[in-house]
């Protein structure tokens, strides 16, 4: 098919599942191909932020810190696990 589109839905369809339509032919595209080839892994990067010991310690760093306005702890330690901050002193 021209269209990938369209041939993605014709291969999703119940017609196919069923084996009432197959595959005659398939063209690799340049979208198609996969590298292999092994690439350098981003290397996580972690920061630990000491002295911060209670929530409002932890919700108030990462507000100031993004410039955020977050209220609950869930929510700024959500925001400090994106951006790889660990608190070692905090104790819940």
Same mark, same amino acid.
């Given at each position: 098919?021209?269209?990938?589109?369209?041939?993605?839905?014709?291969?999703?369809?119940?017609?196919? #599942? +069923?084996?009432?339509?197959?595959? @005659?032919?398939? %063209?690799?595209?340049?979208? *198609? $191909?996969?590298?292999?080839?092994?690439?350098?892994? #981003? +290397?996580?990067?972690?920061?630990? @932020?000491?002295? %911060?010991?209670?929530?409002? *310690? $932890?919700?108030?760093?990462?507000?100031?810190?993004?410039?955020?306005?977050?209220?609950?702890?869930?929510?700024?330690?959500?925001?400090?696990?994106?951006?790889?901050?660990?608190?070692?002193?905090?104790?819940?």
């Amino acid at each position: 098919m021209k269209n990938k589109f369209y041939q993605d839905l014709l291969e999703s369809s119940e017609l196919c #599942k +069923q084996g009432l339509v197959s595959l @005659v032919s398939s %063209i690799a595209e340049p979208s *198609d $191909v996969v590298d292999d080839t092994p690439t350098e892994k #981003k +290397q996580e990067t972690t920061e630990e @932020v000491k002295n %911060i010991r209670t929530a409002a *310690d $932890v919700i108030a760093y990462i507000n100031e810190r993004f410039g955020k306005d977050y209220r609950t702890l869930a929510k700024a330690m959500n925001q400090a696990s994106k951006s790889g901050i660990i608190f070692p002193d905090y104790n819940e």
